[in-house]
């Protein structure tokens, strides 16, 4: 069984997992988290309506009821397991994984996810030790769920006003496909799509925005058009990115500093901002935590302080962020992935949402004669590598290594070591980390020169070269 990873089950079909595990899944995830009905949404991968019915038969097996809520973008899911009071929830998807891929996304109360070393990980060793699936004397009922349409209305509070924009979208066949266009129209003179049929097969590309060439049908479609953005969601609409009006990628961490407009000062049309705004006249120094994972740039923090941001750095992926937001009552946040987590979202992610927030601030700022790219251009102050993969056995015994170098030559002024490592000296900063979903070390730099930058990744590569 290889599809238990640290934040849910994934792997190819069939391969990494089957309809067999599917079903202990199903069967043992109602007793594990102490729930009598369970919330279950899926995508259309080919693979989807067969793990659907073995999830199915193995919650219901168990005893417990299943609200099935149908096609959903994962979201969705989070949203109405905290919204409807469930205990327990499964979205079916593999995200931004190539076609052959599926998984089980799995939630708890208050949509708070279950990762490996919070539940998953149990039910995987009950599986490999063969504990017994006997059915219930009575059999749970499939309950059809539709929440929709009262999705899409809690939506519809952050929907501005984006009538001065050109708008180029890319749905990559995904599930954003299933809801967008109820949010933000069809498509118009000023509002474009492509790839926006729902296929699982993903036929144009692949539906992960971070690989490069799985966005060179936007940005050809903003230079077309002379579209004022570019977005483009991932397959299970949890992720979105970003093109600016160049045609140029934006890294996603530099978002998290622009949500600050709409949180920290309110700038935007929609219901929501209007709300915010009346909480800032009330606490005009009203300071908020802000999320941000362990690659993100320094600019982020740097650009949110005057705002009132305060930055909290944490581990990589939701069943890391969510609690952390969480935890410390967070308002908003983000990571290098293009995840966007809010408190007034059960302190979970959504591409959908977050892409109508910066619409909406990107709207207002045009009307002040500023650009989208001007806007990154105040955020962006350093040299950035970007994520380079490194494929090694020995992944902790190469962390030591580059660590231990660098700190041989300077000192670092702030050191983290909860997800790899990330040190910080006076002109740059490095974070290197195991993988939790692939077999690679990752290593990240930034620097305040492109030769800086150069050199330190040089002299990582040559020492993970030679280990």
Request: proline share 4%.
């Amino acid at each position: 069984m290889g599809a238990f990873h640290a934040y849910d089950i994934r792997g190819v079909y069939n391969h990494d997992f089957d309809k067999e595990t599917v079903y202990k899944v199903g069967y043992f995830l109602p007793g594990l988290l102490g729930a009598d009905r369970v919330l279950v949404g899926r995508d259309v991968r080919e693979s989807s309506p067969e793990i659907h019915e073995y999830l199915l038969r193995g919650i219901t097996d168990a005893g417990a009821d299943v609200y099935d809520a149908g096609l959903a973008t994962t979201p969705m899911i989070y949203w109405g397991t905290a919204a409807k009071g469930f205990k327990a929830s499964v979205q079916i998807t593999a995200s931004h994984n190539p076609r052959e891929y599926n998984g089980l996304k799995v939630s708890r109360e208050n949509a708070l996810p279950v990762g490996y070393d919070t539940g998953l990980g149990t039910i995987e060793g009950w599986i490999r030790e063969g504990r017994g699936c006997e059915p219930a004397a009575v059999k749970g009922k499939v309950v059809e769920f539709d929440i929709k349409g009262e999705y899409l209305e809690f939506q519809k509070r952050y929907l501005g006003d984006y009538s001065n924009l050109n708008i180029g979208v890319d749905i990559s066949n995904g599930m954003a496909g299933l809801l967008v266009k109820d949010l933000l129209g069809e498509a118009s003179e000023r509002l474009h799509y492509i790839f926006d049929e729902l296929d699982g097969t993903f036929p144009n590309h692949e539906a992960n925005p971070l690989i490069p060439e799985n966005t060179e049908d936007l940005r050809r479609l903003v230079a077309e058009k002379k579209c004022d953005i570019g977005v483009i969601y991932d397959g299970d609409a949890d992720r979105v990115m970003f093109v600016d009006e160049n045609s140029r990628f934006v890294s996603p961490d530099l978002i998290i500093a622009l949500l600050g407009h709409f949180f920290l000062e309110a700038i935007g049309s929609s219901e929501a901002v209007k709300e915010r705004r009346k909480v800032l006249m009330e606490t005009p120094k009203l300071k908020a935590g802000v999320i941000q994972d362990i690659r993100s740039s320094k600019a982020v923090g740097e650009y949110l302080a005057p705002m009132g941001g305060e930055i909290r750095t944490w581990r990589v992926g939701r069943a890391f962020a969510a609690p952390k937001l969480r935890e410390f009552d967070g308002l908003f946040g983000g990571e290098l992935a293009g995840h966007y987590y809010f408190k007034d979202f059960f302190y979970s992610d959504s591409g959908i949402m977050a892409s109508l927030i910066v619409l909406d601030i990107v709207a207002q700022m045009k009307k002040r004669g500023a650009s989208f790219s001007f806007l990154i251009s105040q955020i962006e102050k350093y040299q950035n590598s970007g994520e380079i993969n490194f494929k090694i056995e020995d992944k902790k015994g190469a962390m030591d290594r580059v660590r231990d170098y660098f700190r041989s030559q300077e000192t670092p002024t702030l050191s983290m070591d909860f997800d790899g490592y990330r040190e910080e000296f006076p002109d740059w900063w490095y974070n290197i980390r195991p993988s939790n979903t692939e077999p690679y070390l990752r290593f990240l730099c930034e620097a305040t020169s492109k030769e800086l930058l150069d050199e330190k990744v040089a002299k990582v590569k040559e020492i993970i070269e030679k280990f």
